[in-house]
């Protein structure tokens, strides 16, 4: 779950420092570039409402490998884009990885540790969003002036699916709530 969002959160910011050399090669502003950025926010916002009842039943191992798999695609189809919408279809791709991520992370950790470690886990995962954001930028704009903009979300994409992925645990299927006991909380 680290590692997962760790990636995610890095893909999610490389654009921020390279947005001049993105500009440039795709004829755009700098603007538009910059709406790499928020199209992510707009598809995680849509894809963490509607994932829990389009998911319904599946394997939530299932689905974090899926969502594994489109943060591959994402970057990949970042890094080939020959023009702004392919760009900006790659970072809608990455929206949904980041939207059904967050959305299923804490359910999934409750799954993965006994009760007492799941502060402790919650933690870990969460550490990975600082990590990502103070390391990624600097990293990204440094090996985008050395390797050219494109490179950087080849080396993401690299980095997205090592030897680990067969390494995620069977989960157990998870209880069904009804809507009435979340209510029951909130209120």
Known sequence: MFVGVTSLVAAEFIPISLLTPIARDLAITEGMAG???????????????????????????YILL?????????NLLVAVAPNYP??????????????GFWSMSAAV?????????????????????AGATIISLPV????????????????????????????IP???RSESV???AFHSICW
């Open 66 to 74: 899926t969502f594994s798999s489109m943060l591959l695609v994402s």
């Open 86 to 99: 392919m760009l900006m279809v790659g970072r809608g791709l990455l929206g949904i990885c980041v939207g």
């Open 35 to 61: 709406q790499t950025v928020t199209v992510v926010g707009i598809f995680a916002v849509l894809t963490s409402l509607l994932l829990a009842p389009l998911t319904k039943g599946v394997n939530r191992r």
């Open 140 to 167: 990204a704009s440094y090996l985008g002036h050395l390797l050219g903009w494109r490179n950087v979300f080849y080396i993401s994409a690299g980095a997205i699916m090592p030897p680990w992925s067969d390494r």
């Open 170 to 172: 069977r989960l157990r």
């Open 109 to 129: 950790t409750l799954q993965l540790v006994p009760i007492n470690y799941v502060p402790r886990a919650l933690s870990i995962i969460y550490a990975g969003v």
């Open 178 to 180: 009804p809507a009435k």
